[in-house]
């Protein structure tokens, strides 16, 4: 039995993805203290935001690149990002005090957001990642194409005779 194809994951995507790990860290120390009080009860939909967006972020990135690799170095992107923000700056502030939103949040966040890393990709998709990335390697740009950070590949135009180019 042949091993299935694996889709192709560059060190500058798993980097990539540990940058914006580390962006979503500090954004979310920030955001993460949004609260409101609606009567006598506080509501921490700071909190609440940034559980979502740490797991649709992960398992998006997961299932786009086919790989658990990028969601993984998002993750650990976070956890440096949090882990920083978690020390006490030298005059003595947080940005992630000590009181239960706090700890919801950077425990949630770290198991729901490893959990939608790690969580198996429907079968069969790794293959069609894999098979896309083949089609996008063997590729031949024609007119029309935009060439990777380049220009539009031009058009031939009718030939000498005013026929249409070859091909077409």
Known sequence: MTPSPRPRVSATSVVAMAVLGLILGLVGAVVSAGRTTIGSVT???????MLVAVVVL??????????KATGL?????WLVA???????APGGDVLIPDVTRSWVYVVGC?????GSALWP???GLAELVAEEQQADADHVPGPGDVLPG?????DPGPGPSGDPAPGR
């Not at 992960?58 to 790989?67: F, K, M």
């Not at 170095?73 to 992107?77: D, H």
């Open 82 to 88: 949090t882990g920083l923000v978690l020390e006490l």
């Open 110 to 114: 770290t198991v729901l957001g490893l």
């Open 150 to 154: 380049g220009p539009v590949v031009p």
């Open 58 to 67: 992960v398992r998006a990135i997961v299932w786009q690149s086919g790989s």
């Open 121 to 123: 990709l429907p079968r």
């Open 73 to 77: 170095a998002l993750m650990a992107g």
């Open 43 to 49: 509501v921490p939909w700071g909190v609440a935001l």
